[in-house]
């Protein structure tokens, strides 16, 4: 509970509207209200079974500091909470700015008269006092710790400083007080009006916590009994905020605590989970972090912000806060408890529940890197691959919209092996996630993993996408797996020359959106992933297969998470991310090495599928120079069929012997890749193959350009 603003005399609670006055006809009093409040709370929690374990207080129990409030406050929370647990014992209150006296000094015993008078005396957990308390025993409990210690709530005093009379310099303190008189002229009102505005002036609300009071609250929580197993829930309760809940605006000197960051230092070096407290009216649950002074370690801290009730603002007198999942799961459930009306039962607002798990960073975990809009993704997950998450598990969820059917994603500077058009990346794409997914292969005997033969034709016989969308069809089956890793192919006994696929399994969920639409979410894993030039084929290949299962059962295509174990990146220099696209043409397009093999015997180029073949050949060179310029350790596929058949189709014209010299160099290039191939692939032997592969490039280029020129 917080800020009540009770008084003897009684405060208006003008919740009606009364534009004349009827006998007997009155607005209810806040006391009123409040008493109707916890008589409500008390029943339900009686009704429940539930009891409560403590009540804490954060400040203004009065009204612009009007006498009664904290009694008041006190006897009705032991009147109606009594009975479900509650003693002056596990009542925690702290003062606030309402509580203390104006122009009262700090650290005085006037100045927390009316609040020790009646909380302190009746044995309720108050926090050390500046100026009134001298050891840590002094003035009575100042925490309140569970039976098994699993939490502690400890209060601390904000409004030390409320209302403090500032120091005036010299000469202005010597005629501050005959400044009225000689303003006002001998005018007794005006002078009386001129002082009071300039005791104003002179007074500071200010909040601030004293550096001595966070040492004994130091020792407090160093010395606080332990619980058996777990951690301990510490809980901060005070009356001002850390920083605004709302945004609400107040303008004032000192709205915000003066020491702010010295107390959040201590909240975080002393490990406190939670922190509660009230004065600005406004209800709120938000997590605060707190760093270091280096900015690397970040500390947690929900803080419950707690509003009180006003005319129009009902539905958040108090909270009932439940704290479950301890020691190790930790869970607040917060629930705003209304303000009733006479035989009405009052609406109920929505509880907020927060966890509130140490975030403790533990070596080696996980790095999560999510978002809705793919480049920010790309460049975050590519810095994490590089960096934090080098050879360590990085874990991307993406959350894209939805584009039109069949459309493939792809970073806007995701490194093309060369220029292209919107159109032609979406070609170029579209036909190389294509090739992944072939179902059958004639390249199978170099790259048995091509992911659609292992999801389509797994073991044989079983098409895994097949069998995902009969069981997404069916209403009892939400999810459904498919793998890509064949022990009885992929391993051997002992571990040695085994080679495989890096993607090994993905999940396939099917989640609803409401009404009858629904989305196809998946979740693939790969055992190691290069990020910056693989990962976004990989995306797309996800992409390809939920259109294809969403077409299927008219579902739309949701979120995509990878999970990789081994993240890594290398430069972002263009380089094929599967078979080099001369030898996928045997699958895809073998038109296109016979339409190449007539542009180098005819000398001369035509638009269309004539000049694809040609760039293609361009990029089949530029992509070998790349792979030869830098060694992989992971390796990379070479050209070798499509170079072979190139070879034996110009081999026919054997009277040009411009076409002899590219027979040879092709045969030749053809031949030394295979050998790379087929051996270890160490640095030696790729220091050995690279000079010569490099001089076919070039030869290619010089050869390629003295038949076509510049076409």
């Known amino acids: 509970m917080t800020d009540a603003h009770l008084a003897a005399a009684g405060v208006a609670f003008e919740r009606d509207d009364h534009k004349v006055t009827i006998p007997g006809i009155e607005q209810e009093t806040r006391e009123q209200a409040l008493e109707l409040t916890l008589s409500r709370l008390a029943e339900r929690l009686t009704h429940s079974g539930r009891s409560l374990d403590g009540v804490l207080f954060s400040g203004d129990a009065q009204d612009r500091g009007k006498p009664g409030g904290h009694q008041l406050l006190l006897d009705l929370v032991l009147r109606y909470f009594g009975p479900l647990g509650v003693t002056t014992g596990n009542i925690v209150a702290v003062p606030g700015n309402h509580d203390v006296p104006r122009a009262s000094p700090p650290g005085s015993s006037v100045r927390y008269e009316a609040f020790t008078d009646v909380w302190r005396k009746a044995g309720c957990v108050t926090p050390w006092l500046d100026g009134v308390d001298v050891s840590t025993s002094d003035g009575g409990p100042h925490r309140l710790v569970s039976g098994d210690s699993l939490w502690a709530v400890f209060p601390i005093n904000t409004s030390n400083w409320s209302h403090v009379t500032r120091t005036l310099p010299e000469p202005l303190a010597s005629a501050w007080e005959d400044l009225p008189k000689f303003a006002a002229n001998g005018d007794a009102s005006k002078e009386a009006k001129l002082r009071a505005q300039l ?31 777990g951690r301990q829930l510490r809980i901060a309760l005070l009356h001002h905020h850390l920083r605004a809940p709302s945004l609400r605006e107040e303008l004032k000197p000192f709205a915000d605590v003066s020491n702010l960051e010295q107390v959040r230092s201590f909240l975080r070096d002393r490990g406190f989970a939670v922190v509660v407290h009230g004065h600005k009216h406004e209800q709120a649950a938000q997590f605060e972090h707190i760093y270091d002074e280096d900015g690397d370690k970040d500390h947690r801290t929900l803080v419950i912000s707690g509003a009180t009730f006003e005319p129009g603002r009902e539905l958040d007198a108090a909270r009932l806060i439940t704290i479950t999942g301890m020691p190790n799961g930790p869970a607040i459930a917060i629930e705003p408890v209304p303000v009733p009306r006479g035989g009405v039962d009052p609406r109920d607002p929505p509880s907020i529940i927060r966890r509130i798990w ?62 292209m058009d919107e159109a032609e990346r979406r070609r170029w794409l579209k036909e190389l996630v294509s090739w992944w997914q072939l179902e059958r292969s004639g390249l199978e005997h170099r790259m048995p993993f091509v992911h659609g033969t292992r999801l389509r034709r797994f073991g044989g016989k079983i098409n895994q996408v097949e069998r995902v969308i009969k069981l997404l069809k069916t209403k009892a089956s939400t999810r459904a797996l498919a793998v890509l890793i064949d022990p009885f192919r992929d391993f051997t006994a002992d571990g040695v020359d085994e080679e495989f696929a890096s993607f090994c399994l993905v999940e396939f969920k099917r989640r609803e959106l409401g009404g009858a639409q629904r989305a196809v979410d998946v979740i693939a894993f790969y055992r190691a992933q290069e990020f910056a030039r ?29 999970i990789t174990a081994d993240a890594r990146t290398h430069s972002r220099s263009p380089t094929q991310v599967a078979m080099p696209i001369i030898d996928r043409w045997l699958d895809q397009a073998p038109e296109r090495l016979h339409l190449l093999a007539n542009a180098l015997v005819q000398g001369s180029v035509r638009e269309g599928a004539q000049r694809d073949a040609v760039r293609g050949w361009e990029r089949t060179l530029a992509d070998l120079e790349a792979t030869a310029t830098e060694y992989n350790p992971d390796g990379l596929p070479l050209a070798i069929e499509g170079l072979k058949l190139l070879a034996s189709y110009l081999e026919v014209v054997d009277e040009d012997a411009t076409l002899n010299g590219f027979v040879r160099v092709l045969r030749r290039l053809a031949r030394d890749n295979e050998g790379f191939e087929e051996g270890t692939r160490s640095k030696i032997e790729f220091d050995r193959w690279a000079p010569s592969a490099l001089d076919a490039v070039l030869e290619l280029r010089a050869l390629t350009h003295k038949r076509l020129g510049n076409q």
Not at 211 to 219: F, V
């Open 199 to 229: 005791d104003e002036l002179a007074h500071y609300d200010m909040a601030r916590v004293s550096g001595a009071q966070l040492e004994i609250l130091r020792g407090l929580v160093e010395s606080t009994s332990q619980p058996a197993a």
């Open 358 to 419: 140490s975030t403790d960073v533990v070596p080696g975990a996980p790095t999560v890197v999510q978002g809705s809009d793919l480049d920010e993704v790309y460049d975050r997950v590519c810095e994490a691959a590089e960096r934090d998450a080098a050879n360590g598990t990085l874990v991307v969820h993406l959350d894209l919209p939805t584009g039109t059917a069949g459309e493939l994603p792809l970073p806007s500077n995701y490194p093309l092996p060369e220029p």
């Open 534 to 562: 693989w990962w976004p084929i990989n995306i797309a290949e996800m992409r390809h297969l939920q259109w294809e299962i969403c077409m299927a059962l008219g579902f739309l295509p949701g979120r995509i998470t990878t």
